[in-house]
């Protein structure tokens, strides 16, 4: 079943203390994307990736880094997680191989709580 | 930066009726695709409209993209209790641009609810 795969679904970490939401698609897509969701303010795009080694800033991209050391994985790492970053988390992948292709599979979602 | 500005922010209708949601943008688009998100859980896309194309159709949904005005409609017909969602609107502004990147941005969505 072609899917996006985020790791853990609910988080709750104390401030300060690094942590790492995974994600993983099993459709071979090149682009990859991270985007949080919060209450009036909808999705905002944090970092995306256009294949292996290639990535770049979002909108928010200020507390997070990411990597893509292979195609099927793109990791959302919180160095110092603050409770501003409490939101909701969304891991989405594309097959971008030309700009009319860009229906975007979204994973379930990560839950994350910084106290 | 938000692209598509979606409108109404919430609408409540019975059970057959019709729900027409908008999405405005402000710059040139390759296209634009409309997202459904059931309470918490991630996006499912519902249909994509090319710059292009004027009117597309996908069961009881019905999108329409005037890029004169920048703007695009989703149309639910005859809805039901389990279309109760948000709809968001998503475009590709980035990538028009030649910019050799690409985003896709989204609104802050509409939240419709079917009443049985």
């Known amino acids: 079943e072609a899917q996006v795969t985020q790791n853990p679904r609910y988080l709750i970490t104390v401030t300060g203390k690094k942590l790492t939401v995974t994600c993983s698609q099993n459709?071979?897509?090149?682009?990859m994307s991270w985007y949080r969701q919060d209450p009036g303010l909808g999705l905002r795009q944090i970092y995306y990736?256009?294949?292996?080694?290639?990535?770049d800033k979002g909108d928010v991209p200020e507390g997070y880094k990411v990597s893509r050391k292979e195609k099927r994985n793109f990791p959302l790492i919180l160095e110092s997680p603050s409770p501003n970053q409490t939101s909701l988390y969304f891991c989405?992948?594309?097959?971008?191989?030309?700009?009319?292709?860009?229906?975007?599979?979204f994973g379930q979602g990560t839950r994350l709580t910084v106290v | 930066s938000q692209q598509g500005e979606e409108d109404p922010q919430a609408l409540s209708i019975q059970e057959g009726e019709n729900a027409t949601m908008n999405c405005s943008y402000k710059t040139s688009i390759n296209n634009l695709q409309w997202y459904r998100q059931n309470s918490g859980r991630g996006l499912v896309h519902l249909i994509l409209?090319?710059?292009?194309?004027r009117e597309k159709h996908s069961g009881r949904l019905r999108v329409t993209l005037d890029t004169s005005k920048k703007s695009s409609s989703l149309l639910i017909t005859a809805s039901r209790a389990a279309d109760t969602a948000s709809y968001f609107c998503a475009t590709d502004e980035s990538s028009y641009s030649g910019a050799g990147s690409y985003q896709l941005t989204f609104g802050k969505g509409t939240k419709l609810s079917v009443i049985p």
């Open positions: 990736s256009m294949n292996v080694e290639v990535t």
């Open positions: 459709m071979n897509h090149e682009y």
């Open positions: 989405a992948s594309s097959l971008y191989n030309s700009p009319l292709n860009t229906e975007a599979f």
């Open positions: 409209i090319r710059s292009n194309e």
